[in-house]
C-alpha cells in the first residue's frame, strides 16, 4: 500500500537532518580518501560506474538516506510508474516511457492495446520507414536519396534528441553507421528556421514535425517555414515530411505527411527520447540498429533502477544524496560536467528534464510544501569550463555540488602526444584532478590561492559514449528525476508552469493587453 | 581619493539592508504597472534600452543604491581603471581593455609605448592581413584563397569570440560581408579537434592560435593535432597558421607563423574580445569594418559607464540591481535569457565573465569577506527556454532573477505569418508575456495552477543584432561585472581558482600521486 507524504512528515527526514556534517576534506584527504573512492562506487549498466566518494556523505549518512527511500517507498512508487498506474495526477495520466525500452512490470492496457506492443509497433514502423529511406525505396520526386533529416520541434522534442544526436555523431561516423546529417529547427525566432535551411539542400532533405498535441505554436509556425521553402524549391512538401504525433492529434492521419509515427499522452515531451520522438530522428540518422542499442542502454539501466538495495541502486542513491544536498545541507544548483565534447549538449537536455520536472511548490494533490524542491542545473563540457565559471565553483562564496562525467575513450580515435601525454589522458587527468581539488582544497597563507576544498562532486565513469552508454546515462537521469520527485512528494510529470506564458503571449497577439503589458508590447513594436 | 572598502562597511549598505522591501505583484499591476515601465528605462548606446521596471525596487531602494554607488565610489574606481591604474591586485596588473575600442581618460603608457597607440596598431596590422586575405594577396602554397578560418583557444580564448561570431554571422551572410566561414576548436577532448578538423578542408583554412601567454596547454595540444592534419595534407603548417599572443611569448617571433597579432598582460582573458583576441578571427570571417563597427558599439557604451547620474547609466543601475538582489534579497542565480537565436552563446559568455570575474570568497586584498558573491549565471535561448526549465523560474520554490534581451526585428528577414502574426512578432510578444507573467502571477484556485509572481526581471531591447549592438551589449556587461567586483571589493580580473586543479593534473600525468587522486587515475585508466 503506497501513501504519498510530504517529505517533511517522514520521521527519517526529520533524523537525516539531526545527522552529524561530513568533513568532506579530512575525509577525502590521505588513505581515507583512497578507500573511500574504491567504496564509495556502484555499478551501472554498460561499463558505467557511478562514484560518490567526493560527496558529502558517510555510512551514517548513507543510513539515513536508506531509510528514507524505504520510507518515502521508492521502489513501491518506481513499480507503480511502470505497471501503469496514474502516477501524473495533474495530467491524470499514466507514466509509460520506461515501456518505451522495456517491459519492466505487468503488461498495461489503456486505449484498448498493450502500451508496450503499441511502442514496439511504432519502432518498428520507424525502422522499416528508415530502412526503405536508406536503401532508396523511399526518396524525393525526382528519385533521389535523402541525405539530411531534419526535426522540427521544441522543449522536448528537441533537446533530448538534439543532445544524443551530437554525442553519438562522430561515433556513427567512424563506425560507418551516419546514414544522414539532422538538423534541428526549434526556436519560434525566425532566424533559426531560416539560418537552417538556408545551410541545408531541402531537395535532399526529409523533414519530421514532432508535436504531440498537434498544436504547439512554435513547430507549427517552423513548419510553415519549411513548407514555404519546398515550395519555392519547386517541391511537394508532403514528399518530405513526416509526422510524430499522438493517434488524435490533426496530424495522424493527414495527407501532408509520407508517414506519422506516433506517441501519447502517456509519454511526457522531457521524456520522450526513447519513445517515436527520439526514434525517428535518430533511426533515420544512424539506421535503426544504433537506435535499438540505445534503447537496450537505457532497458538495463532501468532494470538497475529496480533494486531495493539502495546502495546498489545508482539513480536511487544519486537523486538521495541531491535531496540531501538540497534540503539538509541547503545547495540550490547542482552542475553537470561532462568531460566529453559529444556530450556538450546533454547538461541542457538535463536542464529541462529536472528543472520541469521538479520545479515545483506545490505536492502532488496540489498542496503548498514547505520545503525546497528541484534545483537549478547547469553545465557546459570540461575542459571547457574549467577555464570558464569553475573560478566561482572553487572559491566562490556559495557551494555548488558537481556531477562529472568522464569516459576512457575517445569517440574518433585521433589523437597527439604534448609532453608525453595524449589529449585523452590530458581530459581524463582534469577531471580526476577536479574532483580532488574541490573536495580536498589546499591550505595557502595567500588567501586568495587559498582552497577551502569541502566541495561535492560525484562521478560516472565509463569507457566510451556510445549508443548503450547514452541510453544509460539517459536512464539514469531519468530515474533520479523521478526518485526525487517521489521523494519531494511532487508530480514531476506536468508542467504548469508553461502556461501563463502562453496565454498573455496570445493576448499579446490578439492586441488584447492592459497596464505593463500593452507598454512592454508597443516597445517591442508588436 | 578612493578607498577600497568592504561593502559590509558601507554605512550606504547597512541603510539599504533596512529598506522596505518591494511588493513586485502590486508594483507592475494595473496602471501603475504601465507607469513603472515607462518610467523605469534608461537609453543604452546604438538604440539599445535597459527597462528594470520589473525588478523588485522603487524610488526608495533606486536612492538607497545611488547612495551605494556613490559611497563605494563607482565612478571614481572606473575612471581609476581606464586611466591605467593597477587594478588587478592579484597579479599586480592594470585593466586595459576598455582602451581597445577607445580612449576614456587620460593617455597610458606602459611597456614603453602609449597604450592606446599599441591596440590601434594591432587592430591595423590585423585589418591590413584580412584584407590581404580576403584579396587574394596572402593565399595558400597553391595560390588559392583562403574560405575558412578556425580559432584554436579555450576559456576567454573561445567562449567570447565565438559568442560574437555566431551572433553575427547570419547578419554578415545577408549583409555579403561573410568573408570566411569561422569554426572553434577549444575543448583538450580529442574529439573536438578531430571532428572540427573533418568538417572543413584544411588546404583552404586558415588557423589562428590564441595563447596570451603562449603555454596554455589545451590551445597547444590542439596546435599540434592541426599541425599534424596539415602534414598529413602535404602542407607546410607556416602557411596556415597566425599566432595572437603577447609580445613576450615564445609564439610572438616564431617562423611557425604566418603574422603575430599582440594582446597583452592589461587584457584578461575573459575582456580580450575587443583586442586581437577576438579581433583575429572577427576580422577574418567578417572583414574589419564590422569588427570596427563591433568595437564601435562598446565603446559607446563605454561612454554610457561614465555617466556619474547612476539613474542614467545603465550599466551601473544593473550592476546595483544585482547586488540588491544577491546580498539584500538572496537570490543566488541569475539567467540570461535572450529572445534570439543569435545569441545562442551569449548566455555561455557571461557566464565565464560574470563567476570567473566575482566568483570570489576574498576582498582585493586577499582578506576574507562576510558577504556572498557573484551569482551563477546560465541562460539559454527564448523562446526555447520556455519549453524547459521556465516550469522552474514560474513555480520553483527558488527565485532566480532574470535579465532579458530582445530585438524588434530579425536578422535574415525571411518570416512567414501563422494565425494572423509573423514568427518575429509571436517572439517579442513571448518576451513581453513572460515579464509580466513573472512579475505579476496569476491566482488560481487549483493550487497547482497558480502563479505567485514576484519574479524579477529586467529587459534589454534593440532593433536588431547587428555589430554595433552586440559591441554595446558586450560592454554592458563587461561594466556591469566590473561595477559589481568594485562594490564587493573583491578583484574581478584574476583567477586563481583555476590553478589547483591545473597543478593536480599535471601531477596525474606524471604518475606522482597518492590517495584518492590516485584511485581515480586508476578508474579513468590514467
Redo the contacts between chains.
Keep these: 500500500m503506497i501513501s504519498w507524504n510530504n517529505m517533511d512528515t517522514l520521521a527519517s527526514f526529520q533524523e537525516l537532518m539531526k545527522t552529524e556534517r561530513v568533513n568532506l576534506v579530512e575525509a ?4 581515507n ?2 578507500e ?3 567504496k564509495y562506487s556502484i555499478p551501472m549498466a554498460e561499463g558505467l ?1 557511478y ?1 560518490y ?2 560527496k558529502q556523505v558517510d555510512d551514517t549518512v548513507l543510513a539515513g538516506l536508506v531509510k528514507l527511500a524505504e520510507e518515502a517507498q521508492l521502489t513501491d512508487k518506481f513499480q507503480a510508474v511502470y505497471n501503469g498506474e496514474v502516477i501524473n495526477t ?1 495530467e491524470k495520466r499514466r507514466v509509460l516511457h520506461h515501456m518505451t525500452r522495456g517491459q519492466l512490470g505487468e503488461n498495461v492496457v489503456a486505449d484498448g492495446v498493450d502500451k508496450r506492443s503499441f511502442y514496439v509497433e511504432q519502432q518498428q514502423k520507424i525502422a522499416d520507414f528508415a530502412n526503405k529511406v536508406h536503401a532508396g525505396q523511399i526518396t524525393n520526386a525526382a528519385g533521389e536519396k535523402f541525405t539530411t533529416v531534419v526535426q522540427i520541434g ?3 522534442s ?2 533530448g534528441p538534439r543532445a544524443i544526436y551530437l554525442a553519438l ?2 561515433w556513427a ?1 567512424i563506425h560507418n553507421t551516419l546514414k544522414m546529417e539532422a538538423k534541428f529547427i ?10 537552417v535551411l ?1 545551410s541545408i539542400d531541402v531537395a535532399h532533405s526529409l523533414f519530421i514535425l514532432v508535436s504531440k498535441s498537434g498544436t504547439t ?2 513547430t ?3 513548419e ?2 519549411v513548407k ?1 521553402a519546398l515550395k519555392k524549391a519547386g517541391l511537394d512538401a508532403s514528399n518530405h515530411m513526416v509526422a510524430v504525433t499522438s493517434e488524435t492529434s490533426p496530424l495522424a492521419k493527414s495527407d501532408d505527411y509520407l508517414a506519422a509515427f506516433f506517441m501519447d499522452d502517456y509519454i511526457g ?2 521524456y520522450s527520447s526513447s519513445s517515436a520522438v527520439g526514434g525517428a530522428v535518430l533511426s533515420l540518422a544512424f539506421g535503426p540498429e544504433v537506435f535499438a542499442q540505445f534503447l537496450d542502454g537505457a532497458a538495463a539501466e532501468d532494470k538497475l533502477s529496480l533494486n531495493k538495495d539502495v546502495l546498489n541502486n545508482p539513480a536511487m542513491l544519486d537523486a538521495l544524496i541531491g535531496v540531501y544536498e538540497r534540503n539538509v545541507l541547503g545547495y ?2 547542482t552542475a553537470v560536467l561532462p ?4 556530450l556538450s549538449r546533454f547538461p ?1 537536455h538535463l ?2 528534464l529536472d ?8 505536492n502532488r494533490f ?4 514547505n ?4 534545483p ?3 553545465g ?5 569550463g ?13 557551494i ?1 555540488p558537481l556531477q562529472f562525467i ?1 569516459f ?1 575513450n ?3 580515435g ?3 602526444v ?20 574541490f ?4 591550505s595557502d597563507e ?7 576544498g569541502g566541495r561535492p562532486s560525484s ?1 560516472i ?1 565509463g569507457d566510451q559514449v556510445n549508443p548503450k552508454t547514452v541510453g544509460a546515462l539517459l536512464s539514469h537521469f531519468e530515474n533520479k528525476v523521478m526518485f526525487q520527485g517521489f521523494v519531494w512528494n511532487v ?1 514531476s510529470f ?16 490578439a492586441h488584447d493587453t ?8 508597443d ?4
Aim: aromatic share 4%; proline share 2%.
Design positions: 577525502m584527504t590521505g588513505e580518501g583512497a573511500r573512492v574504491k560506474v562514484n566518494a567526493a495533474g521544441i522543449g522536448g528537441d533537446l555523431e562522430n561516423r526549434s526556436n519560434v525566432d525566425p532566424d533559426d528556421a531560416a539560418a538556408n505554436l512554435e507549427l509556425t517552423n510553415s517555414f514555404d515531451g522531457r540550490l544548483c568531460y566529453s565534447q559529444a541542457a536542464q529541462q528543472m520541469e520536472s521538479n520545479g515545483k511548490s506545490v496540489g498542496e503548498p510544501i520545503y525546497e524542491t528541484g537549478v542545473i547547469f557546459e563540457p570540461g575542459t571547457n574549467q577555464h570558464s565559471f569553475y573560478q566561482l565553483l572553487h572559491q566562490g562564496t556559495s555548488v568522464g576512457k575517445n569517440q574518433i585521433t589523437d597527439v604534448i609532453q608525453d601525454s595524449t589529449s585523452q589522458q590530458k581530459l581524463c587527468a582534469n577531471v580526476a584532478a577536479q574532483i580532488v581539488a573536495a580536498c582544497g589546499k595567500n588567501r586568495n590561492k587559498n582552497f577551502e562521478i565513469i508530480n506536468d508542467q504548469e508552469g508553461v502556461q501563463l506564458g502562453k496565454v498573455l503571449a496570445k493576448r499579446v497577439l492592459d497596464g505593463a503589458l500593452k507598454v512592454y508590447s516597445l517591442l513594436n508588436i
